[in-house]
């Protein structure tokens, strides 16, 4: 699922090239980041805890910002994760919406009513694992959930992520550490 | 699970953490496999990271499909283009809209406060009342106020000139004056009270009615005025106006005895005789000189007409009388500064530079200094 280390070694001065383009005035290179990146930033979000079907709107302020923030843009850092960072502040004002706050408590109780079907065999293979493992996810605070998401799930490597968020190196590892051990103490919760 | 993650004690655990992360070099994920064959918690602690990567692995998450990922770009970079091309169109717009909202506080905030004397104020209505304006002179005190759709300006004293637009059936606009009012049906009009009392009213536009105590209600039509000609009991306007126009008349004995003042009701074509004689044919009684201050407010007033009405070549020759009628007149000043803009929207550039020295060197710390500086320098106002 994650590039593996060389691949990513390789791309990022090809994506910060076209970051520097972009800044540079030039339009089809934000074409080109959206090429490269909207898929990876459209299931970033998603993982952040957006509706599929906020998650257009979501890439789309991403992409704009891209476009305005591309003159900041540090050409040592990844322009995944750079981009990632941006989705990720946009996901937060998307979460703090009070609309978004009542649509996911309805989610929560819709998923209450459903039937309990799962047994201990399947319990990471099925549908309903991944129901508690996203509901494990989003119990997360914003902090360790973004790290948690764009380290474990989308391969960044702490470095990026430090600089993408703009803390240190050890705080990524720390958040990551007990973002891992709620999401296990959560799926263990209801494990038989 | 929860046995897992509860019971993890081992000094090394978080190994386990550090090679799922690739943190670990070669050989510190060899030690650490070794370590974890014979660490029941390192092993557990592993397994459990390797069955939270199964999950992570199946997390799948809805796709675009390339039709909504190929509209979804073409936004982008439609929008993107957009505020590339006008990068602070939105800063502007977004400017222009708090000046708006600021010039209205601050157009209210004037509108529902006494006029400071010493400048000529405009006042423009909030847009749920009625739509008009006050234009204070120099040392006039009014206050605006509103009751539903009911407007009242007290005028206590001195000059204003009022422009009302048509009103609602429901609006009603009263200019109160300490011995009477004028109701409002949609007009223009300028409006004298001075020590208490109503001088003058001249409508320009629309009708009036005009109501005092001791005067019988009167309609005022369009280039009609009103002049009080009569006022027992009352001193001459002030020192430096009767000292520049010469020795005001004093009352006659007729109103020292307490009769009935009299009124001088006069059309636009009487005006300059208003103005400039001390009796007319049409006065109703042979009576003295209306006082000077309400001679020179006609003046002024005119010249305001004929600004207002883009006559600026007649405004300036109005305005340049009134100075040489009334230097010490505390509307010199704006006649001074006024004649600089009539010449300018003349289209008499050198003129307007040369009245604006003129104003710099007669008012050196005036009101307009900064604007004649500009205008002096060759700007436009």
Redesign the interface.
């Known amino acids: ?1 994650n590039p593996a ?1 060389k691949q990513r070694a390789a791309a990022v001065p090809a994506e910060s090239a076209l970051v520097e383009r972009l800044a540079a ?1 030039d ?1 089809e290179a ?2 080109r980041l ?2 490269r990146f ?2 990876d930033v ?2 970033f979000v ?2 952040l805890g957006v509706q ?1 079907s906020d ?2 709107d979501l ?2 302020l991403t ?2 910002d891209v ?2 923030s591309s003159a900041r843009f540090d050409a040592r850092c990844s322009a995944r994760a750079w981009i990632m960072g941006i989705a990720a502040i946009h996901v937060r004002r998307h979460r703090r919406s009070v609309a978004r706050l009542f649509r996911a408590a309805a989610a929560h109780v819709f998923e209450a009513r459903r039937p309990d079907v799962r047994t201990s065999d399947d319990l ?2 099925s549908e309903e ?2 129901a508690r ?2 509901k494990a996810l989003e119990k997360l605070s914003d902090k360790k959930r973004e790290v948690f998401v764009m ?3 989308e391969g960044a490597s ?1 470095e990026d992520a430090a600089a993408a968020f703009g803390i240190p190196v050890a705080t990524v ?1 720390t958040r ?2 007990h973002a ?2 709620e ?3 959560t ?3 209801g ?1 038989p | ?2 046995a ?2 509860e019971r993890v004690t081992c000094a090394r655990s ?1 190994e386990a ?1 550090a090679l ?4 670990l070099g070669p050989e510190g994920r060899v030690a650490f496999e070794r370590h974890a064959e014979s660490c029941a918690e390192c092993a557990r602690e592993r397994a ?2 390797g ?2 990567r ?6 799948a ?4 499909t390339p039709l ?2 190929r509209r ?2 073409s ?3 439609r ?3 957009r ?2 091309v006008a990068p602070h169109s939105r800063g502007r717009v977004q400017l222009v809209a708090a000046l708006a909202v600021a010039a209205a506080v601050l157009i209210y905030a004037v509108a529902r406060r006494p006029s400071t004397s010493g400048a000529n104020l405009t006042a423009t209505a909030p847009s749920a009342s009625a739509h008009y304006e006050v234009d204070g002179h120099q040392g006039s005190r009014w206050k605006a106020s509103q009751s539903g759709a009911t407007t009242r300006v007290a005028l206590d004293d001195g000059e204003a000139a009022f422009h009302v637009e048509h009103l609602a059936r429901e609006q009603r606009f009263f200019v109160a004056l300490p011995d009477g009012e004028v109701e409002v049906r949609g007009t223009r009009f300028v409006v004298s009270v001075d020590h208490g009392r109503t001088r003058r009213v001249q409508v320009t536009e629309g009708r009036v009615s005009l109501r005092l105590a001791d005067v019988k209600e009167r309609e005022l039509y369009a280039g009609e005025a009103w002049e009080r000609t009569a006022d027992p009991g009352v001193s001459p306007p002030s020192a430096a106006a009767a000292t520049n126009e010469g020795p005001t008349a004093p009352a006659p004995a007729a109103s020292s005895a307490g009769t009935a003042p009299t009124a001088k009701l006069t059309t636009a074509s009487a005006q300059t005789l208003v103005a400039g004689t001390t009796q007319t044919a049409a006065s109703p009684t042979s009576v003295p000189a209306a006082p000077t201050a309400s001679v020179n407010g006609s003046r002024f007033a005119d010249a305001m007409t004929l600004f207002r009405a883009g006559r600026f070549a007649e405004a300036d020759a109005a305005f340049a009388a009134f100075e040489t009628a009334a230097p010490g007149d505390p509307r010199a000043e704006d006649a001074a500064w006024l004649r600089a803009v009539a010449k300018s929207r003349a289209g008499d550039t050198a003129g307007a530079q040369k009245q604006a020295q003129r104003y710099l060197a007669r008012y050196p710390q005036g009101l307009r200094r900064a604007e004649a500086e500009a205008m002096a320098k060759g700007s436009q106002p």
């Open positions: 699922m280390p005035g339009l934000l074409g959206f090429d909207e898929g459209r299931r998603q993982r599929a998650a257009d890439v789309q992409f704009l476009a305005k990471y293979e694992s991944q493992f996203r380290v474990a799930m702490g590892w990551l550490h891992r051990k999401i296990r103490a799926l263990a919760e494990e | 699970m929860s897992q993650v978080w953490s799922e992360d690739g943190r459990g990271l069955q939270l199964k999950l992570i692995d199946a997390d998450r809805p796709e675009a909504e990922r979804l770009r936004e982008i970079l929008k993107a283009n505020e590339a």
